[in-house]
């Protein structure tokens, strides 16, 4: 689908909405971290990311994790070494493609691992085809957490979520616009973020966007 002036100028003038405080909230990935990334990603599927309840919500788990396991949490030799019992310790017993998401995990670990990947700078080092295709090629992870996946290793980018989908929904709506697919709701939100230069890059935008979106629970 084409991208129109109307639809964009839509999002831009939702994005005045949102408190100027949002842009510069967005608390940072694992840049150097490859393992923690890549946990947190799987498990971010149809989960509560944040939670005000200890122990709960998966950013909570995943600063447990990382307490508990330093020496995986840039290592994914040593992540497919844990095995897959003790990351559903930590992370829980969540699911995506009917299958544990740590168990997800470690499938793609050992993907990456299978061509010489075990480090951020190693991965940084692959060329973007390939790194899509191991992650994208386990049951259960997509190309959306995927990309979520290299935000949190440093990548600028989108996540198109449920959060980010709904807000250009309601700003197209607003402007009694239809609504779009994930691919256009992507591409409006890089266009937004180019048009109006708010947040540090890509990331700190779309993280400004879905935090307006999203409310911390106990769940």
């Known amino acids: 689908m084409t991208l129109t002036s109307a639809q964009l100028d839509a999002v831009i003038a939702a994005t005045r ?19 923690t990334a890549l946990i947190d990603a799987v498990f971010s599927i149809r989960a509560q990311y944040d939670s005000a309840t200890p122990g709960r919500g998966v950013r909570n788990r995943v600063q447990a994790f990382r307490s508990a396991n330093p020496g995986v949490i840039n290592d994914l030799s040593a992540l497919v070494e ?74 600028p980018g989108v996540k198109v979520d449920v959060m980010i989908k709904r807000f250009i929904t309601e700003a197209l709506s607003t402007a009694g616009l239809e609504s779009v697919n994930e691919q256009t709701v992507r591409q409006l939100v890089v266009e937004a973020h180019g048009a109006t230069g708010l947040g540090e890059d890509l990331t700190y935008f779309e993280h400004a966007i879905w935090l307006s979106q999203s409310r911390p629970s106990d769940d």
């Open 82 to 155: 844990l095995g897959t019992e003790r990351v559903a310790q930590i992370m829980g017993q969540g699911k995506t493609g009917r299958r544990l998401k740590a168990g997800a995990v470690l499938e793609a670990a050992a993907g990456y691992v299978a061509i010489g990947v075990n480090s951020a700078d190693d991965f940084h080092g692959l060329d973007s085809v390939t790194a899509k295709r191991i992650y994208t090629g386990v049951q259960g992870l997509g190309y959306v957490t995927f990309e979520y996946f290299t935000m949190l290793l440093g990548i």
């Open 17 to 35: 909405h949102i408190p100027e405080a949002n842009f510069t909230a967005y608390r940072g990935g694992y840049p150097q971290e490859i393992s």
